[in-house]
């Protein structure tokens, strides 16, 4: 409860219970309303506490189970922030301009990443020293403008799971892009959007640094601690499967030497000189009967 005291004091200094005008408000989105004041919806930071915390929750289990989340934020105020933010998971992000297909013609959009990732690597191992000043300077303008769009998608190799967005009435592409692939979908909602057009709402003002920060880093925060328990997953099963190598090569060996034991006993009891049954053979003289007995067989 205290944390959740704590969480809710935090959000009304950032101020993410101010939303817009009430002339501009979605009637949809006045259940997450608390009051007007002044002609300004105030948003109820208790509906947003408990967004908050169920959006978090099932970002953590999409990150614990490996699959990619894609950061969306184009607006100025939410740039910097989606950028660090994504970064600092190592998730795919949109801060400059949407485009068009991003989703719905990803493998076209592949096919520019590949391009920009080619010309960077030949521009660094000197694959463009032959050709003349005047195109190798257009190659590289051509590789910032890709880098710029699609620098934050480079490393995905499919379709994400989920899309975060941030204003959802302002990246109305993306979410729709979204909804026709069937991805999830999270948004930070303000009191001019329809909060049904998202999978995840967070019901908070969209328009403010300090409260687009809080609400980011929040959910941040629990896809880092989804993925620190996916990698401690995985780092006990590596130790449970060096155990049982342990334990089979323990057994195999101890396996060896009863075999090996078995086998020097078998040898110690035949011993040198013995017969086919295990027992020692008669030796016999020369002669037949003891005593020097001649060709006849009586004594001389």
């Known amino acids: 409860m205290e944390n959740n005291t704590s969480l809710q004091q935090q959000l009304l200094e ?27 919806h105030i948003i109820d930071l208790n509906k947003t ?19 990619k989340i894609l950061f969306v934020g184009t607006k100025k105020q939410a740039k910097d922030i989606v ?47 032959s050709i003349t000043k005047k195109e190798r300077l257009t190659l ?10 699609l620098g934050g998608i480079s490393q995905l190799g499919r379709v994400p799971a989920a899309l975060f967005i941030v204003d959802i009435g302002h990246e109305h592409i993306a979410l729709a892009e979204a909804k026709r692939l069937g991805i999830t979908t999270f948004g930070v909602v303000d009191t001019n959007c329809d909060p049904n057009k998202v999978d995840f709402a967070i019901p908070a003002n969209d328009d403010a640094t300090k409260s687009i920060a809080i609400v980011t880093n929040y959910i941040t925060a629990a896809i880092a601690e989804g993925l620190a328990e996916r990698q401690a997953a995985k780092d006990d099963d590596v130790d449970d499967a060096v155990d049982d190598d342990k334990e089979k090569k323990a057994a195999r060996l101890e396996a060896e030497a ?11 009891g ?11 053979r008669r030796i016999s003289g020369g002669g037949g009967q003891r005593g020097g007995s001649g060709p006849g067989g009586g004594r001389r």
């Open 258 to 268: 009863q075999a090996e034991a078995g086998r020097g006993r078998g040898a110690r």
């Open 14 to 40: 950032a101020g993410v219970h101010f939303g817009h005008l009430k002339k501009k408000w979605n009637p949809k989105m006045l259940p997450y309303i608390f009051a007007e004041k002044k002609g300004i």
């Open 270 to 280: 035949r011993g040198p000189g013995a017969g086919p049954g295990g027992q020692r």
């Open 49 to 67: 506490v408990d967004c908050l915390q169920e959006t978090a929750a099932a970002m953590k289990q999409i990150a614990r189970s490996g699959r």
């Open 83 to 129: 950028n660090e933010s994504a970064r600092r998971v190592n998730m795919p992000f949109v801060t400059e301009r949407w485009l068009g297909g991003m989703l719905t013609n990803f493998n076209t959009v592949r096919k520019s990443v590949k391009k920009m990732q080619s010309i960077e690597k030949m521009l660094g191992d000197g694959s463009f020293d």
């Open 140 to 149: 590289s303008r051509d590789k910032e403008k890709m880098e710029k769009v």
